[in-house]
């Protein structure tokens, strides 16, 4: 075996060199992103009109729930005012908001009621505490070793510097690719 390894060396380096710089890139573009993590959970919100997605959400949500003195309140909606410009007035909007609280160690979100999220103090800001962001962004996928087409999903991550890990939302998949779906409402202060 060694003699021929001697004689074939030129082969064999030509096979082992691609196969290396391939375990370099992956290895540098997942690793970062394992050691991204903070001890503060987050509560986010989401809405919908019946069945269907509203583009207003963010804003209206921005607007009627915002984190005053780090608790969540409830801003009355203004019979008479159209918040978003779409035409319809905000107490006609008839949204139907949904607040989730997301674990960080687990990477998981489950629902809860719009009182358990104001019974939290929360910090609004969206870098925790201890550093690490929510932010938004896409990701590209490639396909077969960076040659061919691929994707890219729209999703949230938690980030820190260049390193960043996708969360795990509930519904995060039936967005509709619609970036003003999510919320972040505030980090769960401990």
């Not at 991204?36 to 269907?52: E, K």
């Not at 607007?63 to 801003?75: A, C, D, G, I, Q």
């Not at 070793?145 to 938690?158: K, P, V």
């Not at 820190?160 to 202060?189: A, C, M, T």
Request: aromatic letters at 16%; glycine letters at 8%; one cysteine or more.
């Amino acid at each position: 075996m060694r003699s021929f390894l001697k004689g074939n060396f030129a082969v064999f380096l030509a096979f082992l060199l691609p196969l290396v710089l391939v375990a370099v890139v992956v290895i540098g573009t997942y690793l970062p992103s394992a050691f991204i993590s903070t001890d503060y959970d987050f509560v986010y919100a989401s809405c919908s009109q019946g069945q269907s997605y509203s583009y207003g959400c963010g804003g209206y949500l921005q607007k009627y729930f915002p984190v005053v003195n780090n608790k969540l309140v409830r801003v009355p909606v203004e019979p008479e005012k159209d918040f978003d410009g779409d035409g319809t007035l905000d107490a006609d909007e008839q949204y139907i908001v949904h607040f989730f609280l997301h674990d960080t160690e687990k990477n998981e979100s489950h629902e809860i009621t719009e009182q358990q999220a104001m019974s939290f103090s929360l910090n609004s800001l969206l870098t925790s505490p201890d550093g690490i962001t929510v932010s938004n962004g896409y990701d590209r996928q490639a396909d077969f070793f960076f040659l061919f087409g691929g994707g890219s999903s729209y999703g949230q991550y938690l980030t820190k510097g260049n390193s960043r890990k996708k969360l795990n939302l509930v519904d995060s998949g039936n967005r509709y690719y619609y970036q003003d779906d999510f919320h972040f409402v505030g980090w769960v202060l401990h």
